[in-house]
């Protein structure tokens, strides 16, 4: 069986890199598929270890004329509870990062942006997990109808930015995609971290 996570990145540090051995693929869902690999190390042992491969996926970060942000309350069963996040969803195969951020925004929200800005990327769970979040940003927004599927319970709420840090401050926002989209946002607003936006037919 071919090795599932991405090639290493050895980047500055080449002595640190494990190389595939042998797997085998533990589970195979209609999202997730387990993997269970044997490596060995830099020193020649041998470790297993077992991860999810995932499509990766694009988190949104929507800005309404006013200021506001538009996100979600919407119940995580793993976690059995209604969680405050930004609208996000995962890539379908060959689909650009791009693409899925529009599409999820429309069909999650019902908005759809004049202006995107594409930010960055973020492990959401590296030690077990392939998946890859991309950032976006979207404002000069125009509400629309969402399109959500089937089971899909999605409650929208309209904040201010200081409403949102405030939530996360009180350990209300424990969603690792929302607080790294609200930190860029505040990078972004102080002039630390530019965006290069662009505008979409």
Known sequence: MTRGAPAPDAGES??????FVRG??????????????????????????????HPGAVVVV??????????????RYPVGRVVLEFPAGKLDAGEAPLQCGQRELMEETGYRARE???????HNALAYCTEV?????????????????????????LLHEADLEAAAARGE???AKTL??????????????????FTTP
């Open 14 to 19: 080449p002595h640190l890199v494990e190389t």
């Open 24 to 53: 085998e693929q533990v589970f195979r869902g209609a999202l997730l598929d387990v993997r269970r690999d044997v490596v060995a190390l830099p020193d020649g042992s041998h470790a297993t270890r077992e991860y999810i491969v």
């Open 62 to 75: 929507p800005i309404l004329d006013d200021g506001r942000l538009v996100v979600e309350r919407q119940f």
């Open 116 to 122: 995107w800005a594409v930010a960055g990327t973020l």
């Open 133 to 157: 979040i991309h950032i976006a940003f979207a404002r000069g927004l125009s509400p629309g109808e969402r399109a959500l599927d089937a089971g899909e319970l999605i409650e929208l709420a």
């Open 173 to 175: 926002v424990t969603d």
């Open 180 to 197: 790294v989209g609200l930190l860029w946002l505040q990078k972004w607003r102080s002039g630390a971290w530019p965006l290069q936006w």
